[in-house]
C-alpha cells in the first residue's frame, strides 16, 4: 500500500486528447488522489484507518496536447511536458501530505473519522487546486520562462524533502 505514483515522471503519451480549438494553452492535465482504503481498525478507545493507500491518477479523459507542439520542436515541447509535469508535482505534493494526515487520524467512532478524513480530504485538495491555479497564472501556462524556472526549483525541492508540502511552493 502507500502512496503511488508521487514519482511519475509525465511523457506524452500521458496526454491522448487532442486540446480543443481556441484553448489559450498548449496542453491540459487533470490530476487527482484517490484513498483506498476498506479497513478500520481499534486502538484503544480509537478507531483509526487500517491498511490504506493514496494513489495519484490522472484523468485520461482532461490530458489533451496540441499535437504538433508535443511532436514539433523539441525544446518547446521539453519545456511544455515540464510545465505540465509541475501540475502532477504539485497534486502529489498534496496527495503526499494528505496520506501523512491520514496516519495519526483517529476518532471515537467510524463515522467520525470518516468526517475528519473528509475535511482533511477538501482542505488539502482546495490548497493543492489554489497552488496549481496559481502556478498557470504566474507562469503564463509556461510562457514565462524565468518564472517557469523559479517554480521548477521550488517543486523540485519540495518533492525531494519529504516533510515537503504544497505550503511550500507559496
Known amino acids: 500500500m502507500g502512496l503511488q505514483n508521487f514519482d511519475k515522471i509525465l511523457t506524452w503519451s500521458d496526454f491522448p486528447n487532442q486540446v480543443a480549438p481556441g484553448k489559450p494553452e498548449d496542453a491540459s492535465i487533470s490530476v487527482i488522489w484517490r484513498l483506498d482504503a476498506n479497513q478500520y481498525e481499534r486502538k484503544g478507545n480509537a478507531i483509526v484507518i487500517g491498511t490504506y493507500s493514496v494513489e495519484i491518477v490522472l484523468v485520461d479523459r482532461f490530458c489533451a ?12 515541447a521539453d519545456a511544455l511536458l515540464k510545465h505540465e509535469q509541475g501540475h502532477y508535482d504539485i497534486i502529489a505534493l498534496g496527495a503526499r501530505e494528505f496520506y501523512k494526515k491520514l496516519m495519526g487520524l483517529s476518532a471515537p467512532t467510524e463515522n467520525e473519522l470518516d468526517q475528519k478524513r473528509e475535511k482533511i480530504d477538501a482542505e ?12 498557470d497564472k504566474v507562469t503564463e501556462h ?4 524565468a518564472v517557469q524556472a523559479i517554480w521548477n526549483k521550488k517543486i523540485d525541492a ?3 524533502n519529504p516533510n515537503g508540502t504544497v505550503a511550500d511552493l507559496l
Request: hydrophobic share 40%; no cysteine; proline share 0%.
Open 158 to 160: 519540495a518533492k525531494k
Open 65 to 76: 496536447v496540441v499535437k504538433a507542439v508535443a511532436n514539433g520542436d523539441k525544446a518547446v
Open 142 to 145: 509556461s510562457k514565462n520562462a
Open 124 to 135: 488539502l485538495t482546495k490548497k493543492a487546486d489554489e497552488v496549481d491555479e496559481r502556478y
